[in-house]
């Protein structure tokens, strides 16, 4: 079983849909970071998160330590939004591990 | 800010040569991480330096694989001999700190090619 894992894989939305995308993991962490990869391949780091809920634009991000669970959402959704979002963790030896990723379309 | 540079943005390259990858990472950070990414096995991280220090590099698949930082705005990542199977984007980040864990950037990644 992987040590991060994310879920939905594949998500295909309509334009203006909230959108949720899950991460769980089985170890213990210091941080958690969400990831966006465009289909250029460029990467860009969203959220880097401890505890609690951060939010930038249209996007939200949150942790629940005790559950080992994050979620990211996207409030009214765009074809822009189209990307593939990695949910990560840093353990408590600084390593980095990595979940599979969810690719998400959204339709106009 | 110029965010991470990386060089080349693009190689092709024969099976056997060596590979040199760069890294400049932004000014006044501190950390600085090595990523492959592949269609099999996703994101993989390979090493990451604290104040030019290699602190992890068990991402490392063998010992084709190098990786310096001479100074605290250049960093390299060599293959030698290079395989086919090294094709892959590689992309360098860095963060202002690793202790506490600190958003990392991203570079534009260089897409290698081992015919």
């Known amino acids: 079983k992987n040590e991060v894992e994310q879920s939905p894989q594949n998500l295909t939305a309509q334009e203006g849909e909230f959108i949720t995308i899950n991460c769980s993991y089985s170890v213990g962490i210091s941080a958690l970071h969400w990831l966006q990869q465009h289909p250029g391949g460029g990467i860009v780091s969203l959220f880097m998160?401890?505890?609690g809920k951060k939010k930038h634009g249209r996007l939200i991000a949150t942790i629940n330590i005790q559950e080992k669970h994050s979620s990211l959402h996207i409030t009214a959704s765009h074809p822009r939004d189209s990307a593939v979002y990695i949910c990560a963790v840093t353990n408590r030896d600084d390593k980095i591990i990595f979940g599979k990723g969810t690719r998400l379309h959204i339709l106009p | 800010d110029a965010g991470v540079i990386q060089s080349p943005r693009h190689e092709v390259t024969e099976m056997g040569q060596e590979v040199t990858l760069r890294c400049k990472p932004i000014s006044g950070h501190n950390s600085l991480f090595w990523y492959r990414q592949t269609m099999m096995r996703g994101l993989e991280l390979l090493i990451y330096?604290?104040?030019?220090?290699?602190?992890?590099d068990s991402g490392m698949p063998e010992d084709r694989f190098s990786a310096k930082m001479p100074n605290a705005s250049f960093s390299t990542l060599k293959i030698q001999p290079s395989e086919p199977r090294d094709s892959a984007v590689y992309f360098c980040?860095?963060?202002?700190?690793?202790?506490?864990?600190?958003?990392?950037?991203f570079g534009p990644g260089t897409r290698l090619t081992v015919l």
């Open positions: 980040a860095s963060s202002r700190r690793l202790a506490y864990p600190d958003t990392q950037y």
């Open positions: 998160l401890s505890s």
């Open positions: 330096f604290n104040n030019n220090v290699p602190i992890d």
